[in-house]
């Protein structure tokens, strides 16, 4: 039976409802209309048979309809048995797969179980081997690493020593050079002064045998000291009493000088005289420490070049301009620290110091 056949008792039911509420208006119509009509009955009866055949027809199908739903109640409940037969059978089955499959899995976990604790205990063992094996490969790579940096510092010092011994003779070869390179050195630079000052001396010497030289020489020593002993008196009777002299009808005559004027003159001049001597000792002193300082063999080529330039025309040189030959000599060596000075200034900006002391001293 499908859904629509259930659904048709239900439809039926709500129909015999229906009906019998109008029966119960009919009736109700029908004593109205008896009190009302004397002829209705008749047709009042007619319409209940037909309402009676109506509602007979209808029973015979709820009856068809009940005796349909019974059959099928019947169907549904033998249903129901085989399910529940089903089930428990199930359920049975279940439960006997349940208690086998559990056997089974205890059986296959506790067998697992000691295959794991085999496994553990042969790691356990194999960690045990390896452990030792380690322990083993440590120490003999501790001793390996010991007899290694042994042999290795044994052989650094070894080597350091050869180093040293090596170093020290090269240090002692390389003194013993120094020192006879720097005795060799001193011995040419001993033979060249010797020669330098041998010819030095020699010039000296034909300067000396030059008469007019020897003139120059005392002329130049001498007459600064007959200078002093002839202006000296004259200076202190003048700083007695300063005058100063004045032509007067053709006479030279001396005039004195206020005591004002004498006091001041006095101080001024021997302040002044002061002055000069001390500007020209510390001149002269420090010209000579200079000298001194810058003496090379450029300094000696050029006394010997002067000496031997005054030897050959110095009588020719004082014939033409009336000038001491020392004198000479001293301004020539003036001179030539002049240009000395210059050539350093020009050495120095050129960053050619080097080059310039191998000219002053080769």
């Not at 005039?255 to 002269?284: E, G, H, P």
């Not at 030539?336 to 020009?346: F, Q, T």
Request: glycine share 0%; proline share 2%.
């Amino acid at each position: 039976m499908n859904l629509k056949d259930r659904m048709q008792p239900e439809s039926l039911c709500q129909e015999k409802i229906k009906i019998s509420k109008e029966n119960e208006k009919n009736t109700d119509t029908n004593n109205t209309l008896s009190s009302l009509n004397p002829s209705a009955p008749e047709t009042i009866m007619k319409k209940q048979s037909e309402t009676i055949q109506m509602l007979s027809s209808q029973v015979s199908e709820l009856k068809s309809a009940t005796a349909d739903l019974r059959a099928e109640l019947l169907s549904v409940q033998n249903l129901n048995q085989l399910l529940s037969t089903n089930n428990q059978r199930l359920s049975k089955e279940n439960d006997d797969l349940r208690n086998n499959a559990g056997i089974e899995s205890r059986k296959e976990l506790q067998r697992l179980k000691e295959k794991w604790r085999a496994i553990e205990a042969d790691n356990e063992k194999l960690r045990d081997q390896v452990d030792m094996s380690s322990v083993r490969a440590v120490e003999d790579a501790r001793y390996a690493r010991w007899t290694t940096e042994s042999w290795a510092k044994r052989r650094i010092s070894e080597c350091e020593e050869d180093a040293e011994n090596r170093i020290c003779k090269a240090k002692e070869k390389t003194k013993q050079a120094i020192s006879c390179a720097k005795g060799q050195v001193a011995a040419a630079k001993r033979k060249q002064a010797v020669a330098w000052s041998s010819l030095l001396f020699t010039l000296l010497c034909c300067l000396i045998r030059n008469r007019s030289f020897v003139i120059d020489v005392k002329t130049f020593f001498l007459y600064p000291i007959r200078w002093a002993r002839n202006k000296i008196p004259v200076y202190f009777t003048w700083l007695i009493k300063p005058y100063h002299t004045k032509y007067i009808d053709h006479k030279e005559q001396m005039i004195y000088f206020s005591n004002r004027a004498a006091w001041f003159l006095r101080i001024t001049t021997v302040l002044a005289i002061l002055a000069v001597v001390i500007f020209m000792i510390v001149f002269i002193t420090e010209v000579c420490r200079y000298y001194r300082k810058r003496w090379c063999l450029l300094s000696l080529r050029v006394v010997i070049a002067t000496q031997a330039s005054l030897l050959v025309f110095g009588d020719a040189f004082r014939e033409h301009v009336p000038i001491n030959l020392v004198l000479l000599f001293f301004m020539i060596q003036i001179l030539y620290l002049i240009v000395l000075v210059c050539l350093d200034c020009h050495y120095e900006c050129e960053h050619k110091l080097d080059k310039w002391f191998e000219i002053q001293n080769s």
